[in-house]
């Protein structure tokens, strides 16, 4: 694999590096855009390794180990497209140093390449300042504000030059640093951003230099996808139960309702509704209901891009109607069914509801819910008994029990479970 790669890269190192727009030459013979079996086909026996997406099948990702020579090294390959043409590649290389000041020198040849084929870079647009970080300050100088407080410490990168000159002073032993730079965006080929930074590490004691640079080539895209509600197909929608819970508290409905149009992002893999916002001007208890109705929404996503990064757009209208408020009232004498007479599965784990207070006061309690089945299998429990030093502590769960049971369409006599009663028993015992 070493010789093999060594080749790769002395065949990479004979193109020029231009930044370039998609179709042209990026880094060594690859293009911007460059589908993998052209990539791979530069160099055969290269030692590729294509990644498939585990959602779609495709292939997202092709890296190469020691393939691009850069400042006297070989840079481990990493290529990965993306929506709207986006194109990442990515070279990382590490290298065993005496001291965490050696690491220095590395990322400074590095960088000096990269400005004679680039140009002068320009500060990041993210900085993280705290004690471990170094930073970029304008002019193309590294600081590390803990230590430039004690004495002057000052990276000079490649050409650009410092008030205080191509100097490093650490001050101390070692230290952690993190250099983010990118190129500036130029027309007529905007699309392309060069970033190079480093870091250090230690491991197993000995610390290491991380050096790496990015080539992204991003042309514009929208910041979301649209899709239509009404094209999707709901695979699981909100129950009867859900949006009994939802109204409850609403007592100024109108007999017809009222349709809260919600702003959402539908999740490509899992098909659920995310950050679901009501328009501005929607009472803030109409926009919590109908948020919690939008929870209950799952769609077939199978005809969506799974890996597709924008995040996608979707108006959903949630109708809030005082007829989803269901009056359920156990009737005198009842004796309900048990839970071997009507089985119910749970959708959800029961033991992350432990109240947190009972929790923490090691309080255990055992809760009796009454519920009655929906058409729709869903469960409305008005009613719970608790069985506890502290009963207070767990009062609430029925509604645990409405979120996360579900009953069978049919009881294990055979007969319909829809309108029967049922008790579940809930128990919270500490560990052990």
Known sequence: MRRT???LAAALAAWPMIAAAAGEP??????????????????????????????SGKPIELRAAEAIPLAGRLYDLTITPGAYDAYEVRLEHEAPIAAARDCAPIVKALAAELEGRFGPFVPASTLKESPDWAYVVPGGRLVNPEISQRRPTVVSLGPA???GGSRLDHGRASVSADFRYWIGRRPPRDNLAVSVGAETDWRG??????TGVVFDYRPPRPERDTI??????PVRRPTISARNRAVEPLGDLPPEGVVIRLDCSLARRQGLLEGCAPPPETPEARGVAARNVARGYRFDVKALDPDNDVPLRIEVPITLSPSDRREVTPPEGLVPLTAAE??????????????SKALAQ????????????????????PSETVESSAP????????????LYRARSTLTSGELSAGRWVKVAVSFRMAG
Not at 228 to 233: C, K, R, S, V
């Open 5 to 7: 790669n060594v080749m």
């Open 26 to 55: 990026l880094v060594g013979p690859l293009r911007v855009g460059m589908p993998f079996a052209e990539v791979k086909a530069t160099a055969p026996d290269a030692g590729w390794v294509e990644t498939a997406s585990q959602y």
């Open 161 to 163: 030059k410092t008030d």
């Open 205 to 210: 004691g000995a610390p290491i230099c991380r």
């Open 228 to 233: 239509a509600f009404e094209t999707l197909q």
């Open 342 to 355: 009507a089985p119910l599965s749970s959708i959800g784990d029961m033991g992350r509801y432990y109240p």
């Open 362 to 381: 090691a309080v255990e309690g055992r809760v009796l819910v009454v519920c009655q089945i929906q058409s729709d299998q869903s469960l409305i429990c």
């Open 392 to 403: 207070e502590l767990f009062a609430g769960i029925s509604r645990r029990v409405e979120e």
